[in-house]
């Protein structure tokens, strides 16, 4: 029995599908009243080959949409038998939305027009001068939660020739050497950072570089540069500076997050003025009246 119900469900999918797909990708103009063929019935609603097929990304594979055909249907289906059962078991005030339906709308409207004044009026440009005020006057949000790290490295296949006349030109440091060692770790299939400003959570870079520490503060302050053996890589390692949890993040490190901070208060301050001037005018031409 169970046998015959999987193989009848499965075999509905399966023209489902077939029906959806073809719909999906066109069998021909359709009027403006066409709502095509019907896919599926709940008690007295009806869904349409036009409304599957408007739901569908025409961006995706056959297959992927017949999945999502499939999908879609099926949540369609749910969602009518749930709409059924509310209407049938709550009663009429637990029915009526419309109150909450009228905040939701006037929230949207309201939101729409905020992002419309700041979109027009918002001044998106802020100099190096307003961060590094905002920064020396709130130092005190700036606690770094993690380790951070400026470094240098390179990642080289453990098959390379020749890697300890490469670690000590990577020791001596100078621009040719490092431009050598990058030529070749581009060459070999390796990998490199070499952006000397950047700081970098140190967590991250642990996922990067095979470092084995239990310690991440101990390690830092006793180590500069690192090699490192593993059986496919080798790695080079130099940390040029580092700050430990719970101290003061630098500023370069905290710079975009504090743009976005400057921008925030100037899109409040924008919003909250707007909102006022408009209150201003609709009280001096009497259009609020309190009784």
Not at 148 to 170: E, N, S
Not at 240 to 254: H, W
Request: net charge negative; aromatic share 12%; with cysteine.
């Amino acid at each position: 029995m169970l046998s015959k119900t999987f193989s009848s469900n499965r075999a509905y999918w399966l023209m489902a599908l077939v029906f959806v797909v073809w719909n999906c990708k066109g069998n021909g103009e359709e009027g403006a009243d066409d709502k095509g063929k019907i896919v599926a019935t709940v008690y007295d609603k009806t869904l349409y080959s036009s409304q599957v097929r408007a739901a569908m990304n025409t961006n995706v594979s056959q297959l992927d949409s017949a999945f999502s055909a499939k999908e879609f249907i099926h949540s369609w289906i749910k969602q009518q038998v749930l709409i059924h059962a509310a209407e049938e078991k709550l009663t009429d005030d637990e029915k009526d939305k419309s109150s909450e339906l009228e905040q939701y709308l006037n929230d949207l409207l309201i939101y729409e027009l905020q992002q419309k004044i700041v979109l027009q009026r918002l001044d998106t440009n802020i100099s190096d001068i307003e961060v590094n005020k905002y920064y020396d006057d709130n130092q005190s949000n700036f606690e770094l939660k993690e380790n951070i790290v400026r470094l240098i490295f390179f990642k080289l296949p453990a098959t390379l020739p020749k890697t300890d006349k490469l670690w000590a030109k990577f020791q001596k440091g100078g621009q040719e050497d490092l431009e050598e060692i990058t030529y070749t770790a581009v060459e070999s299939g390796g990998n490199f950072f070499r952006d000397e400003d950047i700081w970098l959570s140190f967590d991250d870079i642990l996922k990067e570089i095979p470092i084995n520490t239990y310690n991440q503060e101990n390690f830092l302050n006793n180590n500069q540069l690192i090699r490192i053996n593993d059986k496919n890589f080798i790695y080079f390692v130099k940390i040029l500076d580092f700050k430990i949890k719970n101290s003061i993040s630098p500023l370069e490190f905290e710079r975009e997050k504090i743009r976005n901070m400057i921008l925030n208060k100037r899109r409040v301050s924008l919003i909250n003025m707007y909102e006022e001037q408009l209150l201003k005018e609709a009280h001096q031409q009497e259009k609020v009246k309190l009784f």
